[in-house]
C-alpha cells in the first residue's frame, strides 16, 4: 500500500510539473500579448504606425525586456500597463523601469500592486511622473515579483489534489512507522518475558528445593543453615531484580529520584571494585586501575553512580570467555572526567553494537541464555549518565573485546 500511495504520489508530481509548465508558458504568452500591446500603444502615440516591433526578449523566468526605441513618459507606460494587465486579468505585482536605447540604463522606474483592483491600480502613486526629460529614445522592462505564487494560485484543483495526495502518503507513512515501532515493542517485551522468566525460575526453583528439604528436617543443623543461607540469598536476588525493574521505571517518569552531592569518582571506583575482588579472584582474573590524580570531583548521584560502575564491570566479567582482564581509568580532558572501562572479552558484532543501549534487548534472544540478565543494565546506564549531563560512548571489536567511556562534567 505505501508503494502504491507513493507510486501515485510521483505520478501526481510528474503531472503537476506538467501543469504548472503550461501554465507557466499561457502566462509567458499573455505577458507576451500585453507587453506587446504597450509597446504598439507608445508608438502609436509617438505617430509611428509602421516601425517593427521587436520580439520581447525574456531575460530572466520572470523578467522581461521590451524595445521601441521612441520617447514616452513614465506615467504613460504606468497607465498602459496597468490597462493590459487589467484586460487580461494578470493579477501580479511587478516592478517597471524606463531604460536608455542607446547605453541601457535605468532611467525611472516604479511598483505596481493589485494589478487587478481597478480602483486601487488607477489611485496608485506613479513616482517622478513629472520629471521632464531630453526626449531620449526608451524601451522599457518589466519584472513580475511573485510569478511563482500568482501561478500556483493558478492551478486550483492540481494544487488541492497534490496537497490531499500528500497528506494521505504522510498519515499511512506515519501509521506504518507507529505499526513497525509496535512490532519492535512487541518482539522486546516478548524478549523480556522470557529473560525474566528465565531469572526467575532459577532462584524460585533453589528456594523450592531448600525450602522442602527444611520442611522434611531430614539433615543435620550445619546443613540447615546452609540451606536457609540459599533462601536468603536467592530472596535477594529476587529483590534485586523487582527493584531493578522499578527502579529504571521511577528514574523515567522523574529526575527527583537523584540526591546530588560532590562525589570523588576515584573512590567510587575502588569501592565497587573491591566488592568484585573475591569473584575476579574465583575466576583468575584481575581488574588494573590507573586512576586520574587530578580533579576527580564531579556532582553526582553517589548510589546510582555506583550502579553504572557496577554493571560495566559485571558485563565485563560476565562477557569474558577466559579469566577476566579488565582495565579501569580516570581522565581528566578539558573540563570533563572520562571514566573508561575496558576488557578482553568475547566482544560484540557490529549490528548489536546499534543497539546495546535499548531497554530489554540482549545479543542473544528468546530462551538462549549463555549469559545471565534482562536487558536492563545498559539502559540504566546510559539514562543515569544522561541524567549528569553525561555521555556514553561504546567501541567493541568480535572476539577480542569491549570498551565504554563515560564522559562527566566536572565540579
Not at 525586456?65 to 513614465?74: D, K, R
Amino acid at each position: 500500500m505505501l508503494v502504491t500511495i507513493a507510486s501515485l504520489f510521483v505520478t501526481q508530481a510528474y503531472w503537476f510539473k506538467k501543469s504548472f509548465d503550461l501554465e507557466e508558458r499561457q502566462f509567458d504568452e499573455k505577458i507576451n500579448i500585453a507587453l506587446r500591446n504597450v509597446a504598439h500603444k507608445i508608438l502609436v502615440l509617438d505617430s509611428n504606425y509602421v516601425a517593427r516591433i521587436d520580439p520581447i526578449e525574456k531575460v530572466a523566468s520572470n523578467e522581461y525586456y521590451v524595445q521601441t526605441n521612441c520617447y514616452f513618459s513614465l506615467i504613460t507606460l504606468d497607465s498602459l500597463l496597468k490597462e493590459e494587465f487589467l484586460i487580461r486579468n494578470i493579477d501580479v505585482n511587478y516592478d517597471y523601469s524606463v531604460v536608455s536605447s542607446e547605453i541601457k540604463e535605468v532611467v525611472l522606474g516604479n511598483t505596481v500592486f493589485n494589478t487587478t483592483n481597478q480602483q486601487l491600480a488607477r489611485d496608485s502613486i506613479v513616482a517622478c511622473s513629472t520629471r521632464l526629460d531630453n526626449n531620449l529614445d526608451l524601451d522599457f522592462s518589466i519584472r513580475i515579483n511573485n510569478k511563482t505564487t500568482y501561478l500556483l494560485s493558478a492551478m486550483g484543483i492540481w494544487m488541492f489534489s497534490s496537497l490531499s495526495l500528500l497528506i494521505v502518503l504522510l498519515v499511512f507513512t506515519t501509521v506504518f512507522v507507529f505499526i513497525l515501532r509496535g512490532k519492535k515493542l512487541n518482539a522486546l517485551k516478548k524478549d523480556f518475558i522470557n529473560n525474566m522468566t528465565h531469572e526467575l525460575k532459577t532462584p524460585i526453583a533453589n528456594i523450592a528445593v531448600a525450602s522442602d528439604a527444611i520442611r522434611n528436617r531430614v539433615m543435620n543443623e550445619q546443613k540447615m543453615a546452609q540451606y536457609a543461607d540459599i533462601i536468603h540469598k536467592e530472596n535477594d536476588r529476587l529483590h534485586n531484580l523487582v527493584d531493578r525493574v522499578l527502579e529504571i521505571s521511577s528514574i523515567e517518569k522523574s529526575a527527583d529520584t537523584f540526591t546530588m552531592e560532590l562525589v570523588d569518582v576515584n573512590e567510587v571506583i575502588m569501592s565497587v571494585v573491591d566488592n568484585f575482588e573475591p569473584l575476579i579472584q574465583d575466576k583468575k582474573g584481575f581488574i588494573k586501575t590507573s586512576l586520574s590524580e587530578s580533579n576527580a570531583t564531579i556532582y553526582a548521584d553517589k548510589v546510582h553512580l555506583s550502579n553504572v560502575v557496577y554493571n560495566l564491570i559485571e558485563n565485563a566479567i560476565k562477557y569474558s570467555d577466559k579469566a577476566p582482564e579488565i582495565d579501569v581509568k580516570t581522565i581528566n580532558e578539558k573540563n570533563t572526567l572520562r571514566l573508561e572501562i575496558s576488557d578482553k572479552g568475547i566482544g560484540m558484532s557490529q549490528e548489536n553494537q546499534e543497539r546495546i543501549f535499548e531497554k530489554f534487548y540482549r545479543a542473544e534472544s528468546g530462551n538462549v541464555h549463555n549469559t545471565k540478565g534482562y536487558g536492563l543494565g545498559l539502559s540504566y546506564v546510559k539514562m543515569i549518565v544522561e541524567q549528569h549531563k553525561g555521555r556514553i560512548k561504546f567501541s567493541s571489536v568480535l572476539g577480542k573485546g569491549s570498551t565504554f567511556n563515560i564522559i562527566l562534567p566536572v565540579h
